[in-house]
């Protein structure tokens, strides 16, 4: 035996009978609804009150809050990346490089394309800084001076 399946316009038949059913059932089933999330079911199909503005200070858009000067500083953050970060806001500003264990030894690494990196800093930075690239850190040259010699020599202090 061959069952033949067309298309049809409009519902099928099955689907008729289905919304039917439920339309002819539907007192009980907001009941059942109502009953097994203790009445939530009707109350979220409530239209809501709108919350009045009275005695509330609404304040309209107007101008961005106004941005502080950047006051830039050198990190060296926990995972060993050199960045200078906003003093204001907290946020980073530029990635200048990473510390890496090159050998038993920490070695800054000035971030260029040369060392690999897919975001360099500028040209600028980079000359000012190029000495500093390969630099070992040790007991004698710690973390906190190697950042006091990259803001000198951006001049940040």
């Not at 033949?4 to 059913?21: A, F, H, M, N, T």
């Not at 204001?88 to 000035?110: A, E, S, W, Y």
Request: charged fraction near 25%.
């Amino acid at each position: 035996m061959v069952e033949i399946i067309s298309k049809r316009d409009g519902p099928r038949r099955e689907d008729v009978q289905v919304k039917r059913l439920i339309e002819q059932n539907r007192s009980t089933i907001v009941r059942l609804a109502d009953q097994i999330s203790g009445g939530g079911y009707s109350a979220s199909r409530k239209p809501r009150q709108q919350p009045k503005a009275e005695g509330l200070i609404i304040h309209v858009g107007g101008s961005a809050a106004h941005v502080a000067e950047a006051k830039p500083s050198i990190h060296v953050t926990m995972n060993g990346r050199v960045i200078s970060k906003d003093q204001n806001t907290g946020r980073q500003l530029h990635h200048i490089g990473d510390i890496r264990n090159r050998g038993g030894d920490q070695t800054f690494v000035l971030a260029t394309k040369q060392n690999g990196f897919f975001s360099p800093v500028d040209e600028i930075i980079a000359e000012a800084l190029a000495d500093l690239d390969g630099s070992r850190l040790a007991s004698t040259y710690t973390e906190e001076q190697l950042a006091a010699d990259i803001g000198a020599k951006l001049g940040i202090n």
